[in-house]
């Protein structure tokens, strides 16, 4: 089974950046479809990026869309995504997972697994 490692998060001012990585150990992420999701105190875990690893297509959450940015490196055993103009909204723990039918478009929370343990990131106003 793929295991998945977040890194990146920590503390920033509003308007900064930030970019997390989401490495794979046991085999690449070539046939795998990567999602992000953040959860934010007292709220429910929520979808925010998501990458295919067949053909690269993207897909965001409204909230993030023109600020962050999810890609993969040519090895195919790390995701990332990169967190522009952060906004103390987006203060939350980020987890990557990835998706059980191999659909890019899926959001929902139930379709993923191998879920990481999370990077904290944390955004001061």
């Known amino acids: 089974q793929v295991q998945l490692v977040e890194s990146g998060g920590g503390l920033v001012q509003a308007g900064d950046s930030l970019r997390l990585s989401c490495a794979a150990s046991?085999?690449?992420?070539?046939?795998?479809?990567v999602g992000w999701f953040r959860q934010a105190p007292r709220k429910e875990r929520a979808f925010v990026a998501s990458?295919?690893?067949?053909?690269?297509?993207?897909y965001y959450a409204d909230s993030v869309k023109g600020r962050f940015t999810v890609s993969r490196d040519n090895a195919k055993t790390t995701v990332y995504l990169q967190m522009n103009s952060l906004k103390p909204e987006d203060t939350a723990v980020y987890f990557c997972?990835?998706?059980?039918?191999?659909?890019?478009?899926?959001?929902?929370?139930?379709?993923?697994?191998?879920w990481g343990q999370g990077t904290q990131v944390t955004v001061s106003s």
């Open positions: 997972a990835l998706e059980r039918s191999g659909n890019p478009a899926n959001r929902r929370e139930r379709d993923f697994d191998s």
């Open positions: 046991g085999r690449t992420l070539t046939n795998y479809v």
């Open positions: 990458i295919s690893g067949i053909n690269g297509n993207t």
